[in-house]
């Protein structure tokens, strides 16, 4: 019956006292590769249209998954589709973008007629999503074919033409007709100034430049942060256009300053935080479960990856929970976003500290040593300060070559929550029973709380029971866990819990039964002993049952508190359901069949003086008609009756009331006609005997 277990509650709590201690950054891994495929299958390798087409190619060829060649056996054929008819610039940016990686058999004579479209769409567009589709596939086809003429003739008027819908913030608005600006269409201007800038001619006047790059510092001056370094930018514009969530509004910016940074000569001085606090928000997402924020995310980390501003590099731990009782290793990997390998550095702790005492250091300036077969950072030991319980470790990324230090981001200090686990020593517990006036111990009992034995105790309510224990870590030092209590659980079902107590090394709780008769109902028996002691960092968590004390209370006052009813099982309504006997009513009791007779004869006497009446007076067929067709609607008639004298006889023996009300309207339009005609020879032949 005793036993030692570990509670599920326990271990969720452990998990969940991680996730909000701090958040850990993870780079792109095989469970996005998984997610994408599934998020991305196709049972006929096709999609809703060439952009999802495009979303999905994109992110196999980021994540280096191998399914380009059953997309492009249904793509490749909407692409030529697309490029040889007058479609839409969006669907025409998105065949380009397809073809780009697919690299479908198209035509040079084809890309030369949409070059020539495409330019002078530009020279004409009002609105930066036209120019944005046109100046895209502009690029799109310069990549594909460097033998089309695509250059710009007046690119610096195009540039000047999307500059002006910049505004003082940073933002951009979609067209010179609409007044409000977004950030959204920021990433969209500074990726088609890009285009532009590779489209030109003749070099862009460096002063253009220069103001787009004093645009780009105001729009991050308007980034969003949360407190675990992430920054962010979100969307504020709604109207007009569809509303952009945080992930597809900061891809949209990365996407754009990364196109920039890329089309200029030099170097783009921006924050390196704060592009190292994007890839940790695109990161801090996890695994998204939607196609397109999967897109949005793989996407931007892509171009972070080898944006020529500042390559974001990530400190991620395999684990953060660590055993001493099984010596575990803490291991820290240092990658880019993506997971690629990270240029020669060194990984330094720079000091670590208990979450109850920040200001005491127990580990200080400490290299970790580099595993090359494994590309980790190790720790291997844990030094002997470093006992059970939650800290925070400091890290530092050093890298080792210059030139690194200008094109990576580092991020400073890391902060990362650590719980370092171990086995509690459960040792001197000990049950006794006490007198209540005098203290005297009148039943002590020692327990292994490690095995299994039970107690078998009595006592009556002027007496006291005392229990106490004691935990101590694997370093040898006290332990206070979250969780200590005893509950006492009557035979009744009813329980009752109590906190244990600690005071230095010990923890003891001591029940005074007179000052408890009340809360526990005056009930008198047996009480099951429990006792639980639970911790995040307590690899030997358990919920014990200790033994029982058979309790001995006077009878309860009238006006004492009565026990609760029992809890109700909330399963219970599953089970089966009692079963129901119908009971019918017993039939009434009939009169005797004797008395029926009579009362069927009494009815039936009427009809019979009728019918001795009727031959007592004769019948009468004077006026019977002689002519042919009047004596056979008269015969009718008559037939007519007796049918329906038949019908009430029917209904007597067998047929329903139904039955018999459609009978008779069929009868009764019957009579009505025969009767009709009947009487109308009748009612002739007494006018010509009357005007006779």
Known sequence: MAKIAVPQFLLLLLSFSICIAAKIFQPISDSHRSVASDLFASTDSSFTSLEAAYEALRVFEVLGIEKKTHVSTTSCPKVLENLGSSSPLKDLYYALKVNGILKCKVDAKAL?????????TVKDASTLLDIYYSIGSLVLIKNHD???DVLLADADGTFHSIKALSQSDGRWRYSSDNPKSSTYAAGLALEALAGVISLASSEIDQSKVNTVKSDMSKLFDTIEKYDDGTFYFDEKFVDGHEHQGSLSTTSSVVRGVTAFAAAIAGKINLPSEKILGLAKFILGIGIPGD??????????LAFLESNRISIPLILSLPETVYSLTKKDQ????????????????????VRAFSTGAKDSAIIESKELRYDQKSGLHVLDSFPKNVDVGAYVFVFEIVLLDSESKKDYATGGQIHVPIYVTGIIEVSNAEIAILDSDLGSVETRKTLDLAGNDVVSLSANHLQKLRFSFQLTTPHGHAFKPHQAFIKLRHETKVEHIFVVGNTNKKFEIVLDFLGLVEKLFYLSGKYDIE??????????SFLRLLGRVELDFPEAPEKAARPPPPAVDPYSRYGPKAEIAHIFRAPEKRPPQNLSLVFLGLILLPFVSFLIGLLRVGVNLKNFPSSTVPATFAILFQLGVGAV???????????DLFTTLK????????????????????????AKLKSA
């Open 645 to 655: 004298l038949l019908l009430y006889v029917l209904f007597w023996l067998k047929l």
């Open 531 to 540: 006792l639980t002691v639970g911790d995040a960092v307590m690899e030997n």
């Open 146 to 148: 460097s033998n089309v």
């Open 112 to 120: 030369k007629g949409v070059a020539s479209r495409l330019k002078a």
């Open 330 to 349: 803490l291991k820290v990997r240092v990658t880019t976003a993506l997971g690629s390998t990270a240029p020669p550095l060194t990984v330094k702790l």
């Open 663 to 686: 009978t008779l309207g069929l009868l009764g339009a019957f009579l009505l006609f025969v009767g009709h005609s009947t009487l109308s020879h009748l009612a002739s032949t007494s």
């Open 291 to 300: 196609a397109k924020d999967l897109f949005s995310q793989v996407e931007s």
